[in-house]
């Protein structure tokens, strides 16, 4: 379970980040207004994937 915490992360960040060149390239949004909604999509799961990853390694 730790080890897949730790693989989740990176994954995880790479989804966030085409959830966010989605939403600027085909939505059209300016970076400015999807930068909030990336980081709040992207640290929320990342937080508790590392809590999980500290709790139990």
């Known amino acids: 379970m730790p080890i897949a915490a730790l ?3 990176p994954i995880w960040l790479g989804a966030a980040a085409i959830n966010m060149w ?6 059209g949004f300016s970076v400015a207004e999807e930068l909030p909604v990336f980081l709040a999509v992207f640290a929320i ?3 508790v994937a590392w809590f999980i990853w500290w709790k139990f390694s």
């Open 22 to 27: 989605l939403g600027v390239s085909r939505a």
């Open 7 to 9: 693989i989740f992360i």
């Open 45 to 47: 799961p990342a937080v």
